[in-house]
């Protein structure tokens, strides 16, 4: 069966310290993929996009990785600070976006 | 602001009622999008709309019936649901149905049945 699998325990992390996140996934051949924030309370806020053809996709203090053979995507935050503190989710599939649970990050001071 | 608008916010209501949640978006995009969060769960996709045609509909039980209007306004009404059904549902939209778009959430309403 498809399978999306992140940290399931919440990572935490010194303020400064690159925080780093991890997806894995099984039985999909995804296209793309995708990474959302949620803050409690709030919907999903997209981050970025990566292509199945794209190593590798910055964006400010952010960087995403793709690996179609390890079937794994990392999330790094350099420079962490407290108010990067939040759930983060990945989000894949060809046709229809499937979310894994998502991993919860705490930076603190 | 979010761009994507959902009223309620928070819904209470008893397992005999009939309510509707609603999604406005102003970001002129042809596809909406209702989830359901449980916690500790993943996001369920429940119904997709393009161009107002429902696409997508995932094995949602029928106490759940969803209507698009037109581009800007989703509904999802609800009617005899469960206590498992309590959940945050969450609308999102993007500028086309497709796994290369970035989905625009809104801040979802928190459904209670009692």
């Known amino acids: 069966s498809q399978k999306i699998e992140q940290n399931s325990e919440a990572l935490n992390i010194q303020e400064g310290k690159t925080a780093t996140l991890t997806c894995n996934y099984t039985?999909?051949?995804?296209?793309?993929l995708q990474w959302y924030r949620q803050d409690p309370g709030r919907g999903p806020v997209f981050l970025l996009l990566?292509?199945?053809?794209?190593k590798e996709k910055r964006k400010e203090r952010l960087k995403v990785t793709f690996d179609t053979t390890l079937k794994q995507s990392l999330f790094h935050i350099t420079a962490s600070q407290p108010a990067d503190s939040a759930t983060y989710l990945c989000?894949?599939?060809?046709?229809?976006?499937?979310f894994g649970k998502g991993t919860s990050l705490l930076v603190t001071p | 602001e979010t761009g994507v608008t959902q009223t309620p916010r928070h819904l209470v209501m008893g397992m005999t009622n009939k309510k509707s949640l609603k999604c406005e978006q102003h970001?002129?995009?042809?596809?909406m999008y209702w989830y359901k969060q449980s916690a500790k769960k993943p996001l369920e996709l429940m119904f997709v709309?393009?161009?107002?045609?429902?696409?997508e509909n995932n094995s949602v039980p029928s106490r759940f019936s969803p209507e698009c209007p037109n581009s800007s306004h989703l509904f999802l009404h609800l009617h005899t649901l469960q206590p498992e059904d309590s959940a945050l549902y969450l609308c999102?939209?993007?500028?086309?149905?497709?796994?290369?778009?970035?989905?625009?959430f809104g801040d979802g309403t928190r459904l209670s049945i009692l």
């Open positions: 970001l002129g995009h042809n596809a």
């Open positions: 990566i292509r199945e053809n794209e």
């Open positions: 999102a939209s993007s500028q086309d149905r497709g796994d290369d778009q970035p989905q625009h």
């Open positions: 039985n999909y051949s995804p296209a793309y």
């Open positions: 989000a894949l599939d060809r046709y229809a976006l499937n």
């Open positions: 709309y393009s161009l107002e045609e429902r696409v």
